[in-house]
């Protein structure tokens, strides 16, 4: 026994001296760091400083209206530290010796993109991809991106995107994790781990940037650039907690937005940018505009020229301006008029060369720049692996009547109709970085791979995806008739959703629908496989059509993973991460929204209803079927009341009833039923996955604490309210069962 509390000791003693060297070492490297980049500081002139301030984008690609041709000049003079829209172990390579060999000080550049999801090898959109509910998942698809990217060259994406979105009329709902804050902060968690990794001078690491900071998915009408008009407690309740969450997992950057909040544009929004990132939260990084934002805030009407919106950005906290040469060309000006600080110069040109010293450029300019580990690590086996596995878990399946999927693989005779049935280019959808879409796998060839050779596949397109020509109808409605299964693919173009693609309609594009409705009278099943970038209004569909495939654009393995769900070698698991409205005319629609003094009454006129559409989504957030079926048990909660300090723990029983094994995402909420400001209805506070072969059953436990409880208050503290309070457990945010406890003490809570 002495001999094990010696050991004991020993390796305590042991443990807690690596942990000092650790420190220790640690601090030396800071120590290093910051005399490099103080010494560096003394030695720049104003404009090599405002060089570092200023990001520029080459031409081997375009992302926005402007671009510098003299970019190269730009290197060489010190004028600018970082370049965008650059790729290729060579062609970073001879850009980044520009700066190194042929500059004063010999600063190594920053390259940046926009690797959102994936490089090469492309994933689902991060909303298809957000339905997976699967953490390690999506974790592992920004990995994978980080390594392709950094291979070729790049050291930093403008990913992820953690705007909470609620207006799918806005085309960039497709980039984000849907309209939920809770599930939005820890997808955005993931994202930063996996672009980032555990060591960001590895290279095959890339600073993650957080963006758009802030309110960008609020756009009024679900305008692109519009306006955003939310109240402070909105600001803190649903928009700012995935930017914080970032935060907590060590994100380096962050990117303004491009819309104004509180009558201030983002890029110029000092509360925004100093007073909550830099002071309150302590944001160590830097910040940089998005593309030209500066430069808008003349359009938005707060400043003049470009002179004073240089200046309100940079005094607001904005540390690097993004194409819009404001800096560039006023900055030097503007501190030699004493309207700018030379000590918050310095401030954010160190935030800028601590962030090349982490990512170990100093140390090895061309780290990135290997043409070798290029060739080796895009596009292997494992990341096509993932990207499969990850495109069939992001796949929901709406509905399915008759049980008609899966479809049986000895199927005699399968028309596969629609614009994209046999397409690649739209698969990979929007922002899809450097991705092919000639290597992507199409329907079609998904479809071919996974039955035999007796199955006869009569392919006819039908339609093309937006124009109105019904000329090949008569083919498809021919071809449909010999066809014992119809599976029709069809949606949006790649180019409908993303930056700059806003619809009002939300209906399928062109005459898609109305084909469909003719394919509907051969009294055929037919299945609609739907690739799109947002939620659409598919009421017809869903009240006519046999069954529903959800499948967003899942990138370069989408047609595999179509295939793998639609012949049953995978049980769909996908849940909904935004609601679907049965028509645009019911937006704003979500699951958390508040009730109102006079609540829905069917009998009574005067309440909060529509006289055309029931208020209710066509289908909620959390929704998605499966091939088998699940039965949940009532809650059983082990305590009535708790107080600050408890733990609360709400189990609840799952039985797959079905025939086959199924994945099931149990999903917890909870109702602060009175609170010194109106409270929604439900928030989505936890859920778990559970697999379950049939007949088998298995008891999902939460635990609830304070912490899932607290809200801002009426004064906007952050804190709990003792009082009653509503538990729902489910498969979906509409169909759950439900309990009830207290909380007998009021308090705040840590932030």
Same mark, same amino acid.
């Given at each position: 026994?002495?001999?094990?509390?010696?050991?004991?000791?020993?390796?305590?003693?042991?443990?807690?001296?690596?942990?000092?060297?650790?420190?220790?070492?640690?601090?030396?490297?800071?120590?290093?760091?910051?005399?490099?980049?103080?010494?560096?500081?003394?030695?720049?002139?104003?404009?090599?400083?405002?060089?570092?301030?200023?990001?520029?984008?080459?031409?081997?690609?375009?992302?926005?209206?402007?671009?510098?041709?003299?970019?190269?000049?730009?290197?060489?003079?010190?004028?600018?530290?970082?370049?965008?829209?650059?790729?290729?172990?060579?062609?970073?390579?001879?850009?980044?010796?520009?700066?190194?060999?042929?500059?004063?000080?010999?600063?190594?550049?920053?390259?940046?993109?926009?690797?959102?999801?994936?490089?090469?090898?492309?994933?689902?959109?991060?909303?298809?991809?957000?339905?997976?509910?699967?953490?390690?998942?999506?974790?592992?698809?920004?990995?994978?991106?980080?390594?392709?990217?950094?291979?070729?060259?790049?050291?930093?994406?403008?990913?992820?995107?953690?705007?909470?979105?609620?207006?799918?009329?806005?085309?960039?709902?497709?980039?984000?994790?849907?309209?939920?804050?809770?599930?939005?902060?820890?997808?955005?968690?993931?994202?930063?781990?996996?672009?980032?990794?555990?060591?960001?001078?590895?290279?095959?690491?890339?600073?993650?940037?957080?963006?758009?900071?802030?309110?960008?998915?609020?756009?009024?009408?679900?305008?692109?650039?519009?306006?955003?008009?939310?109240?402070?407690?909105?600001?803190?309740?649903?928009?700012?907690?995935?930017?914080?969450?970032?935060?907590?997992?060590?994100?380096?950057?962050?990117?303004?937005?491009?819309?104004?909040?509180?009558?201030?544009?983002?890029?110029?929004?000092?509360?925004?940018?100093?007073?909550?990132?830099?002071?309150?939260?302590?944001?160590?990084?830097?910040?940089? +505009?998005?593309?030209?934002?500066? !430069?808008?805030?003349?359009?938005?009407? =707060?400043?003049? *020229?470009? #002179?004073?919106? /240089? @200046?309100?950005?940079?005094?607001?906290?904005?540390?690097?301006?993004?194409?819009?040469?404001?800096?560039?060309?006023?900055?030097?000006?503007?501190?030699?008029?004493?309207?700018?600080?030379?000590?918050?110069?310095?401030?954010?040109?160190?935030?800028?060369?601590?962030?090349?010293?982490?990512?170990?450029?100093?140390?090895?300019?061309?780290?990135?720049?290997?043409?070798?580990?290029?060739?080796?690590?895009?596009?292997?086996?494992?990341?096509?692996?993932?990207?499969?596995?990850?495109?069939?878990? +992001?796949?929901?399946?709406?509905? !399915?009547?008759?049980?008609?999927?899966? =479809?049986?693989? *000895?199927? #005699?005779?399968? /028309? @596969?109709?629609?614009?994209?049935?046999?397409?690649?280019?739209?698969?990979?959808?929007?922002?899809?970085?450097?991705?092919?879409?000639?290597?992507?796998?199409?329907?079609?060839?998904?479809?071919?791979?996974?039955?035999?050779?007796?199955?006869?596949?009569?392919?006819?397109?039908?339609?093309?995806?937006?124009?109105?020509?019904?000329?090949?109808?008569?083919?498809?409605?021919?071809?449909?008739?010999?066809?014992?299964?119809?599976?029709?693919?069809?949606?949006?173009?790649?180019?409908?959703?993303?930056?700059?693609?806003?619809?009002? !309609?939300?209906?399928?594009?062109?005459?898609?629908?109305?084909?469909?409705?003719?394919?509907?009278?051969?009294?055929?099943?037919?299945?609609?496989?739907?690739?799109?970038?947002?939620?659409?209004?598919?009421?017809?569909?869903?009240?006519?059509?046999?069954?529903?495939?959800?499948?967003?654009?899942?990138?370069?393995?989408?047609?595999?993973?179509?295939?793998?769900?639609?012949?049953?070698?995978?049980?769909?698991?996908?849940?909904?991460?935004?609601?679907?409205?049965?028509?645009?005319?019911?937006?704003?629609?979500?699951?958390?929204?508040?009730?109102?003094?006079?609540?829905?009454?069917?009998?009574?006129?005067?309440?909060?209803?529509?006289?055309?559409?029931?208020?209710?989504?066509?289908?909620?957030?959390?929704?998605?079927?499966?091939?088998?079926?699940?039965?949940?048990?009532?809650?059983?909660?082990?305590?009535?009341?708790?107080?600050?300090?408890?733990?609360?723990?709400?189990?609840?029983?799952?039985?797959?009833?079905?025939?086959?094994?199924?994945?099931?995402?149990?999903?917890?909420?909870?109702?602060?039923?009175?609170?010194?400001?109106?409270?929604?209805?439900?928030?989505?506070?936890?859920?778990?996955?559970?697999?379950?072969?049939?007949?088998?059953?298995?008891?999902?436990?939460?635990?609830?604490?304070?912490?899932?409880?607290?809200?801002?208050?009426?004064?906007?503290?952050?804190?709990?309210?003792?009082?009653?309070?509503?538990?729902?457990?489910?498969?979906?945010?509409?169909?759950?069962?439900?309990?009830?406890?207290?909380?007998?003490?009021?308090?705040?809570?840590?932030?």
């Amino acid at each position: 026994m002495k001999k094990v509390i010696c050991f004991l000791c020993l390796l305590f003693v042991f443990t807690m001296f690596q942990s000092t060297m650790a420190k220790d070492d640690e601090k030396k490297d800071t120590s290093v760091m910051n005399q490099k980049i103080d010494n560096l500081i003394k030695e720049m002139t104003l404009e090599e400083k405002v060089g570092q301030l200023t990001l520029f984008t080459s031409d081997w690609d375009v992302t926005g209206p402007t671009m510098r041709s003299t970019y190269k000049d730009d290197i060489r003079s010190g004028k600018t530290g970082s370049i965008f829209n650059a790729y290729t172990a060579k062609y970073n390579y001879d850009l980044q010796k520009i700066a190194v060999e042929e500059t004063r000080l010999h600063i190594p550049l920053l390259f940046g993109y926009d690797v959102i999801h994936g490089h090469r090898t492309i994933f689902p959109i991060s909303l298809g991809e957000s339905c997976s509910w699967d953490l390690s998942g999506i974790e592992k698809s920004a990995r994978i991106a980080a390594i392709e990217a950094s291979a070729e060259g790049i050291h930093w994406t403008f990913a992820p995107m953690v705007d909470i979105a609620r207006d799918p009329r806005w085309g960039r709902i497709s980039e984000g994790a849907g309209e939920d804050t809770y599930l939005g902060t820890l997808i955005a968690k993931a994202r930063v781990k996996g672009f980032q990794g555990d060591d960001m001078s590895a290279p095959d690491s890339l600073l993650a940037c957080a963006k758009h900071y802030c309110a960008y998915g609020a756009a009024q009408a679900g305008r692109d650039y519009s306006t955003v008009d939310i109240s402070q407690r909105e600001l803190f309740s649903t928009y700012l907690p995935p930017f914080r969450g970032a935060l907590d997992a060590g994100v380096c950057t962050f990117m303004s937005a491009f819309n104004e909040l509180d009558g201030v544009p983002c890029t110029g929004n000092k509360y925004l940018l100093d007073e909550i990132l830099k002071k309150k939260w302590r944001f160590a990084g830097f910040i940089v +505009s998005d593309y030209t934002s500066v !430069n808008e805030m003349i359009c938005h009407g =707060i400043v003049a *020229d470009e #002179k004073e919106a /240089a @200046l309100l950005a940079f005094n607001a906290g904005l540390d690097m301006d993004m194409q819009g040469a404001t800096y560039y060309k006023y900055l030097p000006e503007l501190v030699k008029e004493g309207k700018v600080s030379i000590h918050q110069v310095d401030n954010s040109v160190r935030r800028i060369l601590e962030m090349k010293y982490k990512k170990g450029l100093f140390d090895n300019p061309y780290l990135y720049c290997d043409e070798k580990r290029e060739k080796n690590y895009v596009m292997t086996e494992e990341f096509l692996s993932h990207a499969r596995d990850i495109a069939r878990k +992001s796949i929901v399946l709406l509905k !399915n009547d008759r049980t008609i999927l899966p =479809i049986k693989k *000895d199927v #005699k005779t399968l /028309a @596969l109709i629609g614009p994209l049935a046999d397409d690649k280019e739209n698969l990979i959808g929007s922002w899809c970085a450097a991705g092919d879409w000639k290597k992507a796998v199409s329907v079609m060839e998904g479809i071919k791979s996974k039955v035999p050779s007796s199955t006869e596949i009569l392919y006819v397109k039908g339609c093309s995806i937006s124009d109105t020509d019904k000329k090949g109808f008569k083919e498809a409605l021919e071809t449909a008739k010999k066809a014992d299964v119809i599976v029709a693919v069809m949606g949006e173009s790649a180019s409908m959703s993303g930056e700059a693609a806003s619809r009002s !309609n939300l209906d399928l594009p062109g005459v898609q629908k109305e084909l469909l409705m003719e394919l509907k009278k051969t009294g055929k099943p037919v299945v609609l496989v739907l690739m799109n970038g947002r939620p659409l209004t598919i009421a017809w569909e869903a009240e006519n059509l046999d069954g529903i495939l959800e499948t967003w654009f899942l990138g370069t393995e989408a047609g595999n993973a179509i295939a793998d769900v639609l012949f049953g070698d995978y049980n769909p698991s996908g849940k909904l991460t935004v609601t679907f409205p049965r028509t645009a005319g019911q937006i704003p629609l979500y699951y958390n929204m508040k009730n109102t003094g006079r609540p829905m009454d069917e009998k009574n006129k005067y309440t909060s209803k529509y006289l055309d559409v029931p208020n209710s989504p066509l289908y909620p957030f959390g929704y998605g079927l499966s091939y088998t079926t699940f039965e949940y048990s009532p809650l059983t909660l082990d305590k009535k009341e708790i107080s600050l300090k408890d733990t609360l723990n709400v189990s609840v029983t799952v039985k797959n009833t079905g025939s086959v094994t199924g994945e099931e995402t149990v999903q917890l909420y909870i109702r602060d039923l009175v609170g010194s400001v109106t409270r929604p209805l439900k928030e989505l506070k936890g859920f778990k996955k559970i697999t379950l072969a049939p007949g088998k059953s298995g008891t999902v436990t939460f635990e609830i604490t304070a912490k899932e409880l607290a809200f801002y208050r009426r004064d906007m503290s952050y804190g709990v309210e003792a009082g009653a309070f509503k538990v729902f457990a489910g498969t979906n945010s509409s169909e759950v069962k439900e309990g009830n406890f207290r909380l007998t003490r009021s308090g705040l809570i840590q932030e």
